[in-house]
């Protein structure tokens, strides 16, 4: 394509391509710190969604190795989310190297907290606040889990910070633009901080598995056996085409790392709550 | 009576993991995962050493489990677990 960048994050290349400048400047400018892919394992394309809206009403098709036919197409001035979303879905359904699990990820010396929710739960959220307090960021996304070693391996992309979230991004953030009239509101994307960068190449042992609900009055439970299973299983995007694989990992997952559910009001009580779970492991 | 003989898929085309009142059973041939709940576990369990009738299943089970009437509930409620397990991949008739 005209336009284009390579990036590597943690062990996934990415080529993103563009019919226009301004997306890949954009993300060009937002993992400005990232190292470049020697190896593309995924390129996702910018397109115009027809020849006449290059230039007129720009708009935005997501295409690359895997695609959604029925994704609705975005305005250029929201391109490098349209590249975020196209990273997630080249992931999402091509990626068969790492069982993924739908959850943010952070850790202690190399022990790792797997947070896992759906859109709105808290991840990014939680995930950002953990990190200025010391905590390594490795996604907010995806958990990308080694099928052999059983570690999560960080995959430590741009944080996608919506609407009432936008107010906890730290003011010394390098960020991307703010995003407004978005599909799910006004975004910002926060860059990880330099030790989450210099560290995605070192995986982490999972230790502390927690299903966050955000707007709750605070509470937690231990989730049992079979019900961790399950959410695990609802939380994974490939776990059916992992087959055997899948099944090994979360099974040994779920007998090694306890499972707790954990709802929490604010960002405040939902930091202080995961990391007195962690203190008492 | 006589029937069917059931008998459980071979051991080396499952991964059984029992978790707490539910066993996630993986069946290779399809990869597909099924979580089962008493007794298909221990249907599966006595199956997996030998071939059986419906009725010497039944018999069986009755040693360690409360199944109900032999002769009426129990039966039925056993022939539509063997019928779900059947469909499953997870034992086969002969």
């Known amino acids: ?65 895997y695609r959604l036919p029925e994704a609705a197409p975005l305005p250029l001035a929201q391109g490098l989310l349209a590249a975020e979303l196209g990273m997630n879905l080249q992931m999402a359904l091509g990626h068969r190297r790492h069982l993924l699990l739908h959850a943010a990820v952070v850790a202690r010396d190399d022990r790792a907290m797997l947070m896992s929710g759906i859109s709105g739960a808290g991840k990014s959220t ?22 052999l070693t059983g570690l999560a391996c960080p995959f430590p992309r741009a944080i996608s910070l919506k609407n009432e979230s936008l107010s906890v991004i730290p003011p010394d953030s390098h960020t991307g633009p703010l995003l407004t009239g ?39 439970r231990v989730l049992p056996p079979a019900e961790a299973f399950v959410r695990l299983t609802q939380a994974s995007t490939n776990y059916v085409a992992m087959g055997e694989a899948g099944f090994r990992v979360l099974t040994r997952l779920r007998s090694q790392v306890p499972a707790i559910a954990l709802d929490y009001p604010d960002g405040a009580a939902g930091v202080a709550a995961v990391e007195a779970l962690w203190d008492a492991l | 009576m006589s029937g069917p003989r059931y ?34 576990p221990q249907i599966l369990e006595v199956l997996a050493g030998e071939a059986l009738t419906a009725d010497a299943l039944l018999a069986r089970l009755s040693q360690d489990y409360e199944l109900g009437d032999a002769a009426g509930e129990g039966a039925a409620m056993l ?11 997870l034992i086969d008739a002969r």
Request: charged share 25%.
């Open chain 1, 182 to 220: 978005t599909p799910k509101g006004d975004i910002r994307h926060v860059a990880p901080d330099a030790p989450a960068i210099a560290g995605m190449d070192r995986p982490a042992r999972p230790t502390l598995l927690v299903f966050p609900r955000f707007g709750f009055p605070s509470a937690s």
């Open chain 1, 1 to 65: 394509m005209k336009h284009h960048v390579t990036l590597r994050v943690g062990p996934v290349g990415f080529r993103i391509g563009s019919d226009w400048r301004d997306p890949i400047d954009a993300v060009t400018a937002l993992y400005r710190d990232y190292p470049r892919a020697d190896f593309a394992d995924y390129t996702v394309r910018l397109e115009a969604a027809s020849p006449i809206r290059r230039w007129f009403r720009p708009s935005i098709h997501i295409a690359g190795d």
């Open chain 2, 79 to 89: 022939q539509a677990r063997l019928e779900e397990l059947e469909a499953a991949g």
């Open chain 1, 126 to 147: 939680l995930s950002l606040l953990l990190a200025r307090r010391g905590w390594r960021f490795l996604g907010d996304e995806f958990a990308l889990i080694d099928p």
């Open chain 2, 7 to 40: 008998r459980a898929a071979g051991a080396e085309l499952l991964i059984v993991e029992p978790l707490d009142l539910f066993t996630a059973v993986f069946h290779r041939p399809s990869g597909m995962t099924h979580l089962l709940t008493e007794p298909a």
